[in-house]
């Protein structure tokens, strides 16, 4: 069945790029997603990569989209304290379901 | 815009107690979901509706039970809670546009249940 996986920590520096990786089984995949958990909060919308596209730039976001090794990444250029959260990898193939990995933490220092 | 709301936000249930998780949305979507966020287990999906009187069981449907009598209400009821269902509990909606669209889901704020 469908599965996403991702990495359940990072810990980086202010200022410093964060790399979030994740993976995915769902060869048919169309959409693939990064929502952003704050603490006490639901989740959100961070970005989305259509699986025709390699890479999508949204400010200090890039997102990697490797289809062949279905491996999806989300940079986040000069980390800031207020990044500190949970970031979740999701993939939907057009159905009436999103799979979600389980959420990777990210803590940045000061 | 409230978005999707969720009541109560927390709650503290004794073993064998019932009660229900009322999810709202006022965004007219198609979709709604009931999702549980356990530690390093990430969101599985309880039960999800593709529209208003139908509901669908999701990855871990046991000892939940949902209705859809309003397009925009998504009710998850426990009958008997357990110590196991002890979680948070997210529910979620999205529009319908077809296969090829993308299409966001907005989830609520969330409900912190606990049992005794």
């Known amino acids: 069945g469908e599965d996403v996986e991702q990495s359940l920590f990072l810990s980086v520096r202010e200022g410093d790029s964060s790399v979030i990786n994740c993976t995915y089984t769902?060869?048919?995949?169309?959409?693939l997603y990064w929502y952003k958990q704050e603490p006490g909060a639901g989740l959100q919308l961070l970005t989305y990569i259509f699986s025709n596209m390699d890479m999508k730039q949204d400010q200090r976001l890039t997102v990697l989209l490797n289809k062949k090794d279905k491996h999806l990444s989300l940079r986040i250029a000069d980390t800031q304290t207020g990044d500190s959260a949970i970031y979740f990898c999701?993939?939907?193939?057009?159905?009436?379901?999103?799979?979600f990995g389980a959420g990777t933490r990210l803590f940045v220092k000061a | 815009n409230a978005g999707v709301t969720q009541t109560p936000k927390f709650r503290v249930l004794k073993t064998g107690q019932s009660m229900t998780l009322l999810c709202a949305q006022d965004?007219?979507?198609?979709?709604m979901y009931w999702y549980r966020q356990d530690p390093g287990m990430g969101l599985r999906l309880i039960h999800y509706s593709v529209g208003e009187g139908t509901t669908a069981k999701g990855e871990v449907p046991d000892g939940y039970n949902v209705s859809r009598l309003k397009k925009q209400n998504f009710l998850l009821g426990l009958e008997s809670a357990a110590p196991s269902q002890t979680s948070v509990y997210f529910c979620?909606?999205?529009?319908?546009?077809?296969?090829?669209?993308?299409?966001?889901?907005?989830f609520g704020q969330g409900t912190r249940l606990t049992v005794v």
């Open positions: 979620a909606s999205r529009p319908d546009r077809g296969l090829s669209m993308n299409t966001e889901a907005f």
């Open positions: 769902d060869s048919s995949s169309t959409y």
């Open positions: 965004m007219n979507h198609e979709y």
């Open positions: 999701a993939e939907t193939a057009g159905g009436f379901k999103t799979i």
